[in-house]
DNA sequence: TCTGAAGTAAAACGGATGTTCTCTTTAGCC
DNA sequence: GGCTAAAGAGAACATCCGTTTTACTTCAGA
């Protein structure tokens, strides 16, 4: 029942067994695997899936179209679909003021936020900010809208970053780009002109992922 | 949408459904149907399947085998997992064309977004459309950006609309009001000056329900 | 009784789809 | 190198299966 390691081809067909499961709600072909998982043939997915079953990960209807059933035991039952990407709003952002931790929030009845499945980040550190007021106007994001941070502390250069600038005492979100020594924050909307600062006046405290605005 | 009395035929089919996504995790086939609730003709299966589309108690995916979902709140048994809330991205928009009728996409290989949980909606009618260019700029909508439109052709004031200059030839997404005859259209960036159209000018697509901005 | 709409029957078409066959490639091992 | 098992490629096959077409039946309402 139990067997050795998946292969990295098994684990992305598991990988998008779940997600075609989610969107549509019936299991995807063959060919729907090949094609989404990039398998350059039709045997080859016969091969893995055989595989899959007999490791037990799923099961298979012989002769029957879409005939797959995910296993696993940590979705069983009820729960047998990929559990929603929600991350908790820990707070609100403006600028001027220090984006808040999250140590101290309680736990339960967090409000969160569903995210697209398209951040495939580990959506377990992730967390998100309501913004207050419109001083991110010129990275078009306005009052209300909810920013999803991934907190990390290097980013590449154009990635959009939740920075706080320690002398103005001051949180941005802004285009982060370094150049010959200095580092330049540049707004999202292309009509307004770039900050530039020097490297350690520049605290990184996340990547921004996404940003939802519900209306 | 909702329709008269379901046939006697048309509820067997229907628990049969149910019965049978139970047992397997999968959609019967129309002669899976035929056989198991008697009925003499795959015809009569997919005539009858086609009344329960109409009347939204399912829906199908054309050409495709098994491509039957069982919708509304009746769904028995293991069935029960909450709908992830995903609505399909049916193409682009940008000022100056039209929004794209959702009819001739195929319904395979759809983009699908995830929404946020607090539209209630009802997502089944929802749609996304991916934005083209900066003219949104001044509803701080950027290029990429996912719009999901909720297609409705009565709104109330304030709400952001997508509408359809009908003069100008061009699709615009902003607040509406109604002003003593006529139509303003407010930006989202309060900076930025309205537009006064004329009612007969002005086709209302939708409403924006929510802006997804993935980075 | 006539008539049109709803429902049923049976068969056939053609694309969709699971499976198999043969051949090559890769990786570990003596 | 040479051998073997695992894995992949590509094509072909046989069936599965949604859909269409044509014809027939039932039934309510004018």
Redesign the pocket.
């Known amino acids: 029942m139990v067997s050795k390691r998946l292969?990295e081809?098994q684990q992305r067909i598991l990988g998008f067994l779940q997600n075609f499961l989610s969107e549509h709600h019936f299991p995807p072909?063959?060919?729907?695997i090949q094609r989404g998982c990039d398998?350059?043939?039709?045997?080859?997915?016969?091969?893995?899936?055989q595989?899959l079953q007999k490791s037990g990960h799923i099961r298979?209807s012989?002769?029957?179209?879409?005939?797959?059933e995910l296993l696993g035991q940590e979705r069983g039952g009820l729960l047998r679909f990929p559990s929603p990407r929600r991350v908790p709003i820990l707070g609100a952002i403006a600028a001027g003021q220090p984006i808040p931790v999250f140590d101290d929030v309680p736990v339960e009845d967090r409000e969160t936020v569903e995210v697209p499945q398209s951040l495939a980040g580990n959506t377990n550190q992730m967390f998100a900010l309501r913004v207050r007021g419109q001083s991110m106007i010129d990275a078009l994001i306005d009052d209300g809208d909810i920013v999803v941070i991934e907190p990390v502390t290097r980013v590449r250069d154009g990635e959009m970053v939740a920075a706080w600038l320690k002398n103005e005492q001051e949180t941005t979100l802004k285009k982060l780009y370094r150049e010959n020594g200095r580092i330049r924050l540049q707004p999202a909307n292309r009509t307004m002109q770039p900050i530039y600062a020097d490297p350690n006046n520049v605290e990184i405290k996340g990547r921004v992922a996404a940003v939802i605005r519900n209306m």
Chains 1, 2 share one sequence.
């Open positions: 292969s081809k072909t063959v060919r729907d398998i350059s043939s039709t045997s080859v997915v016969d091969y893995n899936l595989v298979r012989p002769d029957i179209s879409r005939g797959i």
